[in-house]
C-alpha cells in the first residue's frame, strides 16, 4: 500500500513539473525557462525537482521518451494492420500509416505544437522524428523478412 502511494507521489510531482515546464516553454521559450521557474510554477521545492531530474534537458529528454513509448503501438497497430489485411498495396498502405500518426498527433497536441514552434526544440524534435522513423523502419524490414 505504502509502495502505491509513493508511486501516485511521484507520478503527481512529475505532472506538476511538465505540465509547469510545458506552459514556462509557451510562454517565454524552452532557453529561456530555468529550473528556478519550473519549480515555482509547479509549487515545488527546488530539491523535489532534482530529486527526478538532473536539469532542464534531463526532463525534456524524459518526456520525448515517453511520448516515444506511446508510438510503439502506433508502428505495431500499423504492422498488424499490414499483415492482417495482406497490404501488399504501397498506397493503401501509407494511407493507413499516415491515418494512423495523424490520431497519435490529434493525441499528443500540445506537446507536439511546443516542439514545432519553438526553435530551442528542434533538435529535440529531430531527434524524436529520427527515432521512430528508425523504428518504423527496422519493423517494417524485419516484418518483411518474416
Known amino acids: ?5 509513493q508511486s501516485l507521489r511521484v507520478l503527481k510531482t512529475k505532472t506538476l513539473i511538465k505540465n509547469a515546464f510545458l506552459e514556462l516553454i509557451e510562454l517565454n521559450g524552452y532557453s529561456k ?12 521545492n527546488r530539491n523535489t525537482f532534482y530529486l527526478h531530474y538532473y536539469d532542464k534537458e534531463d526532463l ?4 520525448i521518451s515517453e511520448n516515444y513509448k506511446k508510438t510503439e503501438p502506433l508502428i505495431k497497430r500499423i504492422l498488424i494492420k499490414r499483415v492482417k489485411e495482406n497490404l501488399d498495396n504501397p498506397i493503401k498502405m ?3 500509416i499516415f491515418k494512423d500518426i495523424l490520431e497519435h498527433l490529434l493525441q499528443e497536441i500540445e506537446l ?21 522513423k528508425s523504428k518504423m523502419q527496422n519493423d ?7
Open 33 to 44: 525557462v530555468s529550473v528556478t521557474d519550473i519549480v515555482e510554477k509547479a509549487m515545488i
Open 60 to 63: 525534456i529528454n524524459e518526456m
Open 112 to 132: 507536439y505544437r511546443i516542439f514545432i514552434m519553438d526553435p530551442g526544440l528542434s533538435g529535440y524534435l529531430n531527434k524524436l522524428k529520427a527515432t521512430i
Open 1 to 5: 500500500m505504502l509502495a502505491t502511494v
Open 140 to 146: 517494417f524490414i524485419k516484418n518483411d523478412r518474416q
Open 94 to 96: 501509407q494511407e493507413l
